[in-house]
């Protein structure tokens, strides 16, 4: 089998050679479409995942200390965060196929869930220890197909159509700050998608506030 590594050289290789080393010993060609580029962002990859073997944790937690006396929750927005890295827990899973049962699936599912029923689909087995301890999807399929002819909801939304021009919300629309993002006030922001979406319906009455957001509204 053809290797680009000696054993002894190990020591002195860089990661982008011991990745392309990898791909060569499983068969694939480093240099192809796809996989040209794969050894750089493996290494920039990894350098992110394991920066924290360069840093000094003392500072970084003593960096975070504040002398303010408070008892609310803290909020922290605009993370320096890989999308990969984020949750999407509120998100609603569409699963569209002939063998769907026809109703709803109140529970949690997350995207590893998601992954390893399409391996059982495709009779892979689990591909990482992360798909082996999976929830089953197995019950939002039934063991037959559904081929009952069905007459498909064509939307009707004009998909250029604007928000009119002369309206209450087109109006306040004018005064947000849109040159930069989180500069929009939140308050009138809510205020006009509720103007837009409901109309002259009342909204909600917040039956109590946290101290910021009691002063935002007051505001």
């Given at each position: 089998?053809?290797t680009?590594?000696?054993?002894?050289?190990l020591?002195?290789t860089?990661?982008?050679?011991?990745?392309?080393?990898?791909?060569?010993?499983?068969?694939?060609?480093?240099?192809?479409?796809?996989?040209?580029?794969?050894?750089?962002?493996?290494?920039?990859s990894?350098?992110?995942?394991?920066?924290?073997?360069?840093?000094?944790?003392?500072?970084?937690?003593?960096?975070?200390?504040?002398?303010?006396?408070y008892?609310?929750?803290?909020?922290?927005?605009?993370?320096?965060?890989?999308?990969?890295?984020?949750?999407?827990h509120?998100?609603?899973?569409?699963?569209?196929?002939?063998?769907?049962?026809?109703?709803?699936?109140?529970?949690?599912?997350?995207?590893?869930?998601?992954?390893?029923?399409?391996?059982?689909?495709?009779?892979?087995?689990?591909?990482?220890?992360?798909?082996?301890?999976?929830?089953?999807?197995?019950?939002?399929?039934?063991p037959?197909?559904?081929?009952?002819?069905?007459?498909?909801?064509?939307p009707?939304?004009?998909?250029?159509?604007?928000?009119?021009?002369?309206?209450?919300?087109?109006?306040?629309?004018?005064?947000?700050d849109?040159?930069?993002?989180?500069?929009?006030?939140?308050q009138?922001?809510?205020?006009?998608?509720?103007?837009?979406?409901?109309?002259?319906?009342?909204?909600?009455?917040?039956?109590?506030?946290?101290?910021?957001?009691?002063?935002?509204?007051?505001?």
């Open positions: 089998m053809q680009i590594l000696e054993a002894h050289s020591a002195n860089s990661l982008q050679e011991l990745v392309r080393e990898m791909l060569l010993r499983l068969g694939e060609d480093p240099e192809r479409d796809g996989l040209r580029d794969t050894p750089e962002l493996m290494e920039r990894m350098q992110y995942l394991t920066k924290g073997y360069q840093e000094n944790p003392e500072e970084i937690l003593l960096g975070a200390m504040f002398d303010v006396a008892d609310e929750m803290v909020i922290v927005k605009d993370i320096e965060m890989f999308p990969d890295h984020t949750d999407s509120r998100a609603p899973f569409y699963a569209i196929s002939a063998y769907n049962r026809s109703d709803t699936v109140h529970r949690f599912i997350n995207t590893t869930d998601v992954i390893a029923a399409i391996e059982d689909v495709l009779g892979m087995g689990r591909l990482s220890k992360f798909d082996y301890f999976s929830r089953s999807l197995a019950d939002i399929f039934a037959a197909p559904d081929l009952t002819p069905y007459d498909p909801i064509i009707t939304q004009d998909l250029n159509e604007k928000n009119p021009q002369d309206t209450t919300a087109a109006r306040l629309s004018e005064s947000l849109l040159s930069a993002p989180d500069r929009v006030d939140d009138l922001y809510n205020r006009i998608l509720w103007l837009m979406l409901k109309g002259d319906v009342p909204p909600p009455v917040a039956q109590s506030h946290a101290a910021l957001h009691a002063l935002q509204s007051s505001k």
